[in-house]
């Protein structure tokens, strides 16, 4: 069975340049959760979708990211433009169910480097 | 400032040695998580506890929930070298602050064990 799946799996770009990351849920799930892990602040909850509607989108830093799912296929994670200290991995992770506590699987990541 | 901490954040240790990691928070949790990350991968749940006071066991791994709800640890009995990887615990506040409902991260223990 696919698990979560994440492209690209690594992404070097200049500072000011728009990235993309995106990521496939696992079929049948219902819930997605965008989240960046550093050595610095750790793993943090970016944002939270669930029936591809935004719930929780407190953790978006600030205005350059956005994120989409335009379907239950498929999410998006924008940084535009985009600096050098956004350079982190980028996980995605989807849940069968809705809230926070059930099991979430991950997506292997993306490791964006912005020079 | 870090709502869970998590002790010690390098763990080296040679094979057949016992270990315990430390998650520790002065908020109420409602629910508490392990996961184990290995590099180049996403976060992998190993177990979740909800009650104050129970004990999990996973073959080697014995996970405990303290009575107050406030804090976790992990046991690893005759490490392998297999057990390597980043072990991270995350839980659910119980109420009030703005993280209430979000599932928050510690910053992880990397653990070592050498053949």
């Known amino acids: 069975d696919a698990g979560v799946i994440q492209s690209p799996r690594h992404e070097v770009t200049e500072m000011g340049q728009e990235v993309t990351l995106r990521c496939k849920p696992i079929?049948?799930?219902?819930?997605l959760f965008w989240y960046r892990q550093t050595m610095m602040r750790g793993l943090e909850l970016l944002i939270y979708?669930?029936?591809?509607?935004?719930?929780?989108d407190s953790g978006m830093p600030e205005d350059r990211f956005s994120a989409k799912m335009p379907n239950a296929s498929f999410s998006t994670l924008k940084i535009q433009p985009s600096e050098p200290r956004d350079s982190a991995v980028y996980f995605c992770?989807?849940?069968?169910?809705?809230?926070?506590?059930?099991?979430?699987?991950f997506g292997p990541g993306t490791r964006l480097t912005v020079l | 400032t870090q709502l869970l901490e998590q002790s010690p954040q390098f763990l080296s240790i040679q094979e057949g040695e016992n270990l315990t990691v430390y998650c520790n928070s002065s908020s109420v949790f409602s629910s508490l998580q392990w996961y184990r990350q290995e590099p180049g991968e996403g976060p992998v749940l190993l177990v979740t506890v909800v009650t104050g006071g129970e004990v999990k066991k996973l073959k080697r791994l014995t996970f405990q929930f303290g009575d107050a709800r406030k804090d976790s640890s992990l046991h690893i009995t005759a490490a392998q070298p297999g057990d390597t990887g980043l072990y991270l615990c995350a839980g659910v506040i119980s109420a009030g602050g703005t993280s209430y409902g979000k599932l928050t991260f510690g910053q992880g223990t990397i653990l070592t064990v050498h053949p």
């Open positions: 992770a989807s849940s069968s169910t809705s809230g926070y506590t059930d099991t979430q699987y």
């Open positions: 979708f669930n029936n591809n509607v935004p719930i929780d």
């Open positions: 079929s049948g799930h219902n819930s």
